[in-house]
């Protein structure tokens, strides 16, 4: 059974995915449909619209606590370089 925060996470993610989808879609569809009057844009926006649905839909995976870890301090290290 999920607890209250997996579920917390999921809609997290399901909030933020629904807002890039609708900051950015028009945007891309119509770069598109300029650069490529080719394509035909009805069914590749809907083709890509289901694969986003997909991903959005797949359950949530927390990252491992020494993997975050490994990432900041690779981070850190590499803004120390950077101002030193």
């Known amino acids: 059974m ?3 925060t997996e579920k917390a ?3 997290k993610y399901g909030i933020i ?4 989808k609708f ?4 945007t891309a569809f119509g770069y598109l449909e ?3 009057p080719e394509i ?3 069914s590749y926006k809907k ?4 694969e986003y ?3 959005v839909a797949r359950p949530y995976r927390r990252v491992p606590d020494e993997l975050v870890l490994l990432f900041q301090n690779r981070t850190r290290a590499r803004t120390n370089a950077i101002s030193t």
């Open 2 to 4: 999920e607890t209250l």
């Open 9 to 11: 996470e999921k809609m």
């Open 17 to 20: 995915g629904a807002f890039i």
């Open 23 to 26: 900051a950015f879609a028009k």
């Open 34 to 36: 300029k650069e490529m």
């Open 40 to 42: 035909d844009l009805a």
């Open 47 to 50: 083709r890509v619209l289901s």
């Open 53 to 55: 649905k997909a991903i």
